[in-house]
């Protein structure tokens, strides 16, 4: 356990609905960053907030896709109108100020989108 | 970010020790080397890094070619439990994102 959790750990959605993901990370971690994994392929970046402010996002993160982090605190990823290419793990991984980078990732939220 | 190149499989036998490559030929100088790995159904888990010097920790050595273009991940008495994709990720120091690159890794198996 890293102390980060997610939820939900599964959802299943029909194709053109919205869904929320929410993390809740390490408290005193102030670095936040969300990834998606498909079958058979490494994580990959999605976007990154250093306590409340959201610094960078990916090309991947289409405009369906949206994320907050209020107050610096834990973090919700909302997907509108899903599609079926939507369907993947998606990870929440935590990073504190130290002077190296050990992420703590969360267990993910499976979705998956018929 | 400098790429990383690492075998899609290896296999172990359990209580043996697991050398798992990584060529990372275009790193840079100040650039680190970060391993990770991912037991299946569960987020990723950070075991180790280093920059020129060979690292040991709880959970693995690092050794790290004099040239730096390649490095070595090793699990001195490999278990059931390391089955896993392991991970190898080069990224440089400082700046205000550590985002992770991820390859596809190595799937370490480990038979009994």
């Known amino acids: 356990d890293t102390g980060v959790s997610q939820n939900p750990r599964h959802k299943i959605t029909k194709r053109g609905q919205n869904v929320t993901f929410r993390c809740d990370p390490i408290?005193?971690?102030?670095?936040l960053y969300w990834y998606r994994q498909t079958l058979g392929q490494g994580p990959e970046f999605l976007t990154y907030?250093?306590?409340?402010?959201?610094?960078?996002k990916s090309r991947l993160l289409s405009d369906r896709f949206s994320a907050e982090r209020p107050k610096g605190s834990f973090s919700t990823l909302e997907i509108q109108r899903t599609e079926q290419g939507d369907s993947a793990m998606y990870l929440c991984?935590?990073?504190?100020?130290?002077?190296?980078?050990?992420?703590?990732f969360g267990p993910g939220t499976r979705l998956t989108v018929l | 970010d400098a790429k990383t190149t690492q075998p899609p499989s290896m296999d172990c036998a359990e209580g043996r020790a697991a050398n798992l490559p990584c060529n990372h030929s275009?790193?840079?100088?100040?650039?680190?080397v970060y391993w990770y790995r991912q037991i299946h159904s569960q987020g990723p888990q950070y075991i180790i890094h280093?920059?020129?010097n060979n690292e040991t920790n709880e959970m693995a050595s690092l050794i790290i070619t004099e040239d730096r273009k390649s490095s070595t991940l090793i699990l001195p008495h490999a278990t059931l439990r390391d089955t896993a994709v392991y991970y190898c990720?080069?990224?440089?120091?400082?700046?205000?994102?550590?985002?992770?690159?991820f390859g596809k890794g190595t799937l370490l198996t480990v038979n009994p």
């Open positions: 991984a935590n990073e504190g100020l130290a002077a190296y980078n050990e992420q703590f």
């Open positions: 408290s005193e971690h102030n670095r």
């Open positions: 907030f250093q306590n409340e402010a959201q610094l960078e």
């Open positions: 275009t790193i840079s100088g100040n650039e680190y």
């Open positions: 280093g920059l020129k």
């Open positions: 990720i080069v990224i440089p120091p400082g700046g205000s994102n550590y985002k992770l690159t």
